[in-house]
Antibody, heavy 116, light 105 residues
């Protein structure tokens, strides 16, 4: 059974950066992409981008281009999402998910709060 | 970018009701569409993929249909556990979610 376990809650100052991890157990990254999706309080789901570990390829939503970096470490089966220049609007729960086009396994979510 | 528009935004229903949620894509996405259920404080859970394929373990009261730009999710007989928010997602061109439909009593 695949499990995606994310790192814990973060509280950050505006202008700083955050790096969230997502470790897979019970499976590997082979043949799958890892996607990152965020959800602001009371809002819907927003796709941020993805990494395809086997191809070492990344794709990002246009609105996050230049501010987000998604990586994958195949040796530890862990994906990372780093978001720079944080602002209050980045306060959200950040999810990783295994992608088969659609998302069949999800992490538990990581709350990132941006506040001065 | 492909835009996904769900309707309605909120749906009031009772146990046993047949419920239908619609999702429209701003351009054709063939059948590259999934539906998710999300409960408060939890990650989304996939119900339907490729527009009409039921994910393993999902009750058969959930069904999906459509292709091109128009899609529907139907719950044939609403159960207490089904009160949640539902999202569509296109994966024809990267990924976009609809804005969600909250199913409430």
């Amino acid at each position: 059974q695949v499990q995606l376990v994310q790192s814990g809650t973060e509280v950050k100052k505006p202008g700083s950066s955050v790096k969230v991890s997502c470790k897979a157990s019970g499976g590997s990254f082979r043949n799958y992409a890892i996607t990152w999706v965020r959800q602001a309080p009371g809002q819907g789901l927003e796709w941020m981008g993805r990494v395809i570990p086997s191809l070492e390829e990344t794709n990002y939503a246009q609105r996050f281009q230049g501010r987000v970096t998604i990586t994958a470490d195949k040796s530890t089966v862990t994906s990372y999402m780093e978001l720079l220049s944080l602002r209050s609007e980045d306060t959200a729960v950040y999810y990783c998910a295994r992608e088969k086009g659609y998302y069949d396994y999800w992490g538990q979510g990581t709350l990132v709060t941006v506040s001065s | 970018d492909i835009q996904m528009t769900q309707s309605p935004s909120t749906l009031s229903a009772s146990v046993g009701d047949r419920v239908t949620i619609t999702c429209r894509a701003s351009q054709t996405i063939s059948n590259w569409l999934a539906w998710y259920q999300q409960k408060p404080g939890k990650a989304p859970k996939v119900l339907i993929y490729r527009a009409s394929s039921l994910e393993s373990g999902v009750p058969s009261r959930f069904s999906g249909s459509g292709s091109g730009t128009e899609f529907t999710l139907t719950i044939s007989s609403l159960q207490p556990d089904d009160f949640a928010t539902y999202y569509c997602q296109q994966y024809h061109d990267y990924s976009t979610f609809g804005q969600g439909t909250k199913v409430e009593i």
